[in-house]
């Protein structure tokens, strides 16, 4: 089945602990994204890569990393958790021909 | 800036009723919008794409319009369903070509039986 798995579903965490949200996908797509999403701010792109070593920022970069060493596998990391980076991030993913986005079924954070 | 706007406010229907929902943007004009809906605490799921020379495009009981002039599009529901309540959220690539997808906050719809 195609899909996108982002993994923990959910995660509880203290200010400072380093975490890495995994995002992997089946599908060869070239793209992938990472997106956050808060109340009333609708979602917010993090970063993205256009194929495998190439990243580029989207608009709320600040405190996150990101790696894209293998196509399948887009992971965001956290390297210093605050609770301002409590929220609902999604992975998503798209070929270089389709313009349809396929969404991760999300990663509830919460940072203490 | 670009924005895109979606009527904040929730849209609630009755079951058999058409439900439409609003998208409009500024500053900007994309070769394509989408619509995705989303369920609470799921990620969005893509619906359907329409491209800046069509004028309509249609998928069961869902139909997108695209006015590039008024810089909006339209997405109704006909003979809507409880099932039909979710957030719907339209998409655009603001920066042309393949590169990001900017989503609009959403809309809320409920339809009661």
């Known amino acids: 089945e195609a899909q996108v798995t982002q993994n923990p579903r959910y995660l509880i965490t203290v200010t400072g602990k380093k975490l890495t949200v995994t995002c992997s996908q089946n599908?060869?797509?070239?793209?992938m994204s990472w997106y956050r999403q808060d109340p009333g701010l609708g979602l917010r792109q993090i970063y993205y890569?256009?194929?495998?070593?190439?990243?580029d920022k989207g608009d709320v970069p600040e405190g996150y990393k990101v790696s894209r060493k293998e196509k399948r596998n887009f992971p965001l990391i956290l390297e210093s958790p605050s609770p301002n980076q409590t929220s609902l991030y999604f992975c998503a993913s798209r070929g270089r021909n389709n313009e349809k986005l396929f969404f991760g079924s999300g990663t509830q954070l919460s940072v203490l | 800036s670009q924005k895109i706007e979606q009527n904040s406010e929730a849209l609630n229907i009755q079951e058999g009723k058409t439900a439409t929902l609003t998208c409009n943007y500024t500053?900007?004009?994309?070769?394509?919008l989408q619509w995705y809906r989303q369920d609470p605490g799921r990620g969005p799921v893509f619906l359907l794409l329409i491209r800046e020379n069509e004028k309509e495009k249609r998928k069961e009981r869902l139909k997108v319009t695209f006015d590039t002039t008024l810089k909006q599009s339209l997405f109704h529901i006909t003979a809507s369903q409880p099932a039909d309540s979710a957030t719907y959220l339209c998409a655009l690539d603001m920066n042309s070509g393949y590169s990001t997808l900017t989503f609009g906050k959403g809309t809320m719809l409920l339809v009661s039986p």
């Open positions: 890569s256009m194929n495998v070593e190439v990243t």
């Open positions: 500053n900007y004009s994309p070769a394509y």
């Open positions: 599908m060869n797509h070239e793209y």
